[in-house]
């Protein structure tokens, strides 16, 4: 199957601090990547879907000011948690959609941000 | 609206058959998932099913009924490895996928 990396796998930060999360598929090119946010024990919620070239779509209640995503080219697409504060403490995980694949999302390993 | 609905939460012992029941409602259709994901880690694809009928791939077979809104994963000689949670996660209209909260399996020896 396809592979998508992402970088950095756990991140530390101070509150007030940004942190960029990178999201690569590494043997496709990915037309639409999707960024997630998972709390313990609580279901996928997709933030923003990433279309290469374009602006984000953000889901409603998504700060696109905090939450900066730039999709540069067909492999690469950044999240990047602005002022970050403890409550934005989350497990962030990137997919990429595959169309050749029946539009299967390949998922990231995932980041772990903690703000403190 | 969207809405998926599964058991929060299911029981089974190693070696057996479990079946995790789906329904699910969506704008358009373009398929089912189904993920599994371990704690702390990324959900890892498990099987899609866009016709009716039932898709069979080793330990692992998925079922779909589209005009029932209905989909089920079983899962045959249950591992202790495969304790999870499992997400059934339909495709609407605009290839998006719709997520629920998924299933978590306990498997006990």
């Known amino acids: 199957g396809a592979v998508v990396s992402q970088h950095p796998s756990r991140v530390i930060c101070k509150s007030g601090t940004s942190v960029k999360i990178e999201c690569r598929s590494l043997?496709?090119?990915?037309?639409?990547m999707f960024w997630y946010r998972q709390f313990p024990k609580q279901s996928l919620m997709l933030m923003a879907t990433?279309?290469?070239?374009?602006?984000?779509?953000?889901e409603q209640g998504v700060e696109k000011d905090k939450f900066l995503i730039n999709h540069a080219s067909l492999t690469l697409s950044t999240l990047t948690v602005t002022s970050a504060h403890p409550e934005d403490s989350s497990f962030y995980i990137c997919?990429?959609?595959?169309?050749?694949?029946?539009?299967?999302?390949?998922f990231g390993p995932g980041t772990r941000l903690t703000v403190l | 609206g969207q809405n998926i609905d599964q058991p929060t939460e299911m029981t089974a012992t190693e070696g057996a058959i479990v079946q995790i029941n789906c329904t699910y409602q969506?704008?358009?259709?373009?398929?089912l998932f189904w993920y599994q994901q371990h704690a702390g880690e990324a959900p890892t694809f498990l099987s899609y099913?866009?016709l009716d009928g039932l898709e069979e791939k080793g330990r692992f077979s998925s079922f779909l009924s589209r005009s029932k809104g209905y989909s089920y994963l079983l899962l045959k000689e249950l591992q202790m490895k495969d304790s999870a949670s499992y997400l059934c996660a339909p495709m609407d209209s605009n290839y998006q996928l719709i997520w629920g909260a998924g299933t978590k399996l306990i498997i006990k020896p």
């Open positions: 043997d496709f090119q990915a037309t639409t």
């Open positions: 990433s279309n290469e070239g374009s602006k984000a779509t953000y």
């Open positions: 997919s990429a959609r595959w169309a050749a694949e029946n539009n299967e999302q390949f």
């Open positions: 969506t704008s358009g259709f373009n398929g």
């Open positions: 099913n866009v």
